[in-house]
């Protein structure tokens, strides 16, 4: 199923012309070797990245210390670059969408080189007066690295309210993709 993008949301006419990802989880099932990891990997997409993130195998009667699932993770990394590099460039022209990579060892998870991407917004003094607190605190080193955090933390406390929005605003984008034309 196709989404058309209007003047409304998902990002409305900045980001018309983006390539639909729908079918990223698919397409990255069966592009990926199946001994990277353990079953499907989790693919989070949103307009700027998308990040695959695996579980890899267990240690195999290695030590199950933090330092031997670093040194697995490490050596994971080392050992797949090349071939993550050519389906990341498969997937970017596919897509419009810079790839990054994490995987998963135990309770160690890691996400290598992913974008931080500059988010402009306007405060009023009241929401500036409690990034500065943050920062005055030194909870974080800057308003930039305070935001962050705020995002982080409530993000953190409604990922289910967050996740309903985003199981309604797809209903909602199903609807207008089904709905009659306008011609």
Do not use: C
Not at 80 to 85: H, K, W
């Amino acid at each position: 199923m196709r989404h058309t993008r209007g003047l409304g949301r998902p990002g409305g006419w900045q980001h018309a012309g983006l390539p639909d990802a729908a079918d990223a989880g698919q397409w990255f099932a069966g592009r990926l070797p199946g001994e990277w990891f353990v079953g499907e990997p989790a693919i989070e997409i949103d307009r700027e990245e998308i990040v695959v993130i695996g579980e890899l195998p267990g240690l195999d009667g290695e030590s199950d210390s933090a330092a031997a699932r670093e040194g697995r993770i490490a050596r994971w990394r080392e050992e797949t670059r090349a071939a993550r590099m050519r389906i990341a460039d498969e997937a970017e022209a596919r897509y419009g969408r810079k790839v990054a990579w994490g995987v998963t060892l135990g309770d160690a998870k890691v996400l290598f080189t992913h974008l931080a991407v500059p988010v402009m917004t306007r405060l009023r003094q009241p929401e500036r007066k409690v990034l500065d607190t943050l920062v005055d605190a030194g909870v974080a080193r800057s308003r930039a690295d305070a935001l962050a955090w705020t995002v982080k933390l409530a993000g953190k406390h409604a990922d289910s309210w967050l996740a309903e929005l985003r199981d309604a605003m797809r209903t909602v984008d199903d609807l207008r993709a089904n709905g009659p034309d306008a011609d």
